[in-house]
C-alpha cells in the first residue's frame, strides 16, 4: 500500500475540523414506504432487485451505528430528515418524526460529533411526487414551510445545515438518464426547469434558515465527477467531455456563484438574482473519474457513453454501468473548480463502492493527502465526511455496491468493521494528536 499521509504533519488539519462520515435517510433507516424511492422499488426498478428492507435500521436504533462512529474517533457525521416522515401527508405535520430526529441529534452530541443536517437527500414524500414533484409550481414554498419545521423543532440542536443533496445528480439521473425516479429521459427542459425550483427553494431555505438561527451554517451539497475524452484524438469526444462537465458539475453551483438561470433558461433571457450568494460553504461530493465518448449504439444515453479503461483502478462495478474510475488526484480539481466562491470548504462525501476493501484504504489515504497539501496552500478546507460509515442501500444499485467503512449484513445486521476503518481511525487520531487532544 502507498504511504499514508505524513505521520508528523497531520497537524495541517484545523483543530476544528469535521472529521465525518455521510449517510442519508432513505439509505438507512429503513421501513418507510411513504417515499417516490420505496414506490419505485415496488415497480422493480431496482437494478439488482433488491428491498431497503430495515436498510441499517436506524429509525429504531441508529445509536448502534453512533457507537461504532464514536470508536473510530469520529467528531462529525451527515444524516438527512426524512420529509416524508416529518410531513407524511401535505400540511400535516408528525412530531414522533421530529422526537425522533431529535433523539439522534442529542445522541450524536452526547458522542461527540457534531451533527451535519441535510433537509433534501433525493426523496421526495409521495405526496409531492403525485403534485409533479419539483416542477410543481408550489415546491419551493412547500419546502420552505417544511424547512421551517425542521428548524424550529432542531435548532437547538444543529447549526450546520445542508439544504440540498446533489441537485445535478437528481436532474440528470431523474430527467435526462431515467435512472432515478421520475424516470424520464432526454428531458433537457425539464430538467432545467426543475432545477430552477431547485435554486428557488435552496435560496427560500436559505434565508429562513438564517432567519431562525443567527450562527447557521448553510450550503448545499455539489457533486463533482471528472470527465475526459475517451478518445483524446476524437474532436467531438473532446467536445462532449467538456459540455457534460459544464452542464453537469456546474449546474445549480454557477447559479448561486453569479444568479444566472440555469442553462438553457439563461439563453432565453431569463435569470436568478436571488440564488446569488445564498451559500455560507461550498459542500462537494467526489467519487471519480469518467472517460466521455460518442456512441452510435448508445440511443438511450443520447448517444454517448461513459466508461473506465480497464487499467485503471475501480471499485466494484455497478449492476450495468461502471461506477467509475477511482481517481484521488481529482479532488483537487473538484475544489479548485469551486474556488471563485471564496467560501470555506466542506468535502461532504468521498469514498468507493468496494465489498472486499481491495482499494478503499488507498483512497481514504490518497485523498486525504490531497487535502492536506492543499491546506498547506491555504485552502480553507473544513470538513472531510466520508460516504459511508455502514454498507447501505445504494439507490438503483440497491445492496450491489457497498460503499461501508463497516460491514453490513441487512439479514441480520450483523456488523465488520473493514480495515479501512482502522485506516481512517488512525489518520483521525494522529490529527487530533497533533492539537494535543
Ligand atoms: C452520492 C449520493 C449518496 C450515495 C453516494 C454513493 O451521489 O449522494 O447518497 O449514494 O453517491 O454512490
Redesign the pocket.
Known amino acids: 500500500m502507498d504511504k499514508g499521509p505524513e505521520e508528523n504533519s497531520n497537524h495541517i488539519f484545523p483543530a476544528r475540523f469535521a472529521w465525518g462520515v455521510a449517510t ?1 435517510s432513505h ?1 438507512v433507516e429503513g421501513g418507510n414506504l411513504n417515499n417516490q424511492w420505496a414506490a419505485w422499488e415496488q415497480q422493480g426498478r431496482i437494478k439488482s432487485g433488491d428491498q431497503a428492507g430495515l436498510a441499517c435500521d436506524w429509525w429504531r436504533n441508529a445509536e448502534r451505528d453512533f457507537d461504532l462512529a464514536q470508536q473510530l474517533g469520529v467528531n462529525a457525521l451527515r444524516l438527512s430528515v426524512e420529509w416524508s416522515r416529518i410531513e407524511p401527508t401535505e400540511g400535516q405535520w408528525n412530531a414522533e418524526a421530529l422526537d425522533r430526529y431529535r433523539q439522534m441529534l442529542f445522541a450524536l452530541l452526547a458522542r461527540g460529533m457534531r451533527p451535519f443536517v441535510t433537509l433534501h ?2 426523496t421526495n414524500p409521495l405526496w409531492l411526487e403525485a403534485k409533479g414533484g419539483w416542477a410543481a409550481p408550489d415546491s419551493p414554498q412547500l419546502f420552505e414551510r417544511f424547512t421551517q419545521r425542521v428548524v424550529a423543532a432542531l435548532g437547538d440542536l444543529c447549526t450546520d445545515w445542508t439544504t440540498f ?2 441537485p445535478n ?1 437528481y436532474t440528470s439521473l431523474g430527467y435526462f438518464l431515467g435512472e432515478f425516479p421520475p424516470g424520464r429521459r432526454g428531458r433537457f427542459m425539464q430538467l432545467a426547469r426543475v432545477t430552477r425550483n431547485l435554486l428557488l427553494a435552496h435560496t427560500a431555505a436559505y434565508h429562513k434558515i438564517h432567519e431562525l438561527q443567527r450562527d447557521a451554517n448553510v450550503g448545499w ?1 455539489q ?1 463533482y465527477a471528472v470527465f475526459k475524452p475517451q478518445r483524446p484524438e476524437s474532436a467531438l469526444d473532446r467536445w462532449l467531455a467538456e459540455f457534460i462537465h459544464r452542464r453537469f458539475n456546474q449546474n445549480f453551483a454557477d447559479s448561486i456563484l453569479d444568479g444566472r438561470a440555469p442553462f438553457p433558461l439563461n439563453q432565453f433571457g431569463d435569470s436568478l438574482p436571488e440564488a446569488q450568494g445564498t451559500c455560507d460553504y461550498v459542500g462537494i ?1 467526489y ?1 471519480s473519474r469518467l472517460r466521455a465518448g460518442f456512441n452510435l449504439r448508445s440511443p438511450k444515453t443520447g448517444f454517448f457513453q461513459l466508461t473506465v479503461p480497464p487499467n485503471k483502478p475501480q471499485g466494484d462495478s455497478g449492476v450495468e454501468v461502471p461506477y467509475g474510475e477511482a481517481y484521488p488526484e481529482g479532488l483537487r480539481r473538484a475544489v479548485d473548480s469551486f474556488k471563485a466562491f471564496n467560501k470555506p470548504i466542506y468535502i461532504l ?1 468521498n ?1 468507493v ?1 468496494d465489498r472486499d476493501d481491495r482499494i478503499r484504504p488507498w483512497v481514504i489515504q490518497s485523498s486525504l493527502e490531497q487535502m492536506q497539501t492543499m491546506l498547506r496552500e491555504g485552502v480553507d478546507l473544513r470538513g472531510y465526511f466520508h ?2 460509515l455502514t454498507d447501505n442501500f ?2 438503483n444499485e440497491g445492496w450491489h ?1 457497498r ?1 461501508g467503512l463497516i460491514e453490513l449484513d441487512p439479514a441480520t445486521q450483523e456488523r465488520k468493521l473493514r480495515p479501512s476503518a482502522q485506516v481512517y481511525a488512525d489518520i483521525i487520531k494522529r490529527s487530533r494528536n497533533g492539537h494535543g487532544k
Do not use: D, I, T
Open positions: 442519508s439509505q437527500h433525493f443533496n446533489e445528480v451539497a457533486h461530493n467519487y462525501e469514498g463502492p460516504w459511508s445504494e439507490w455496491l460503499f
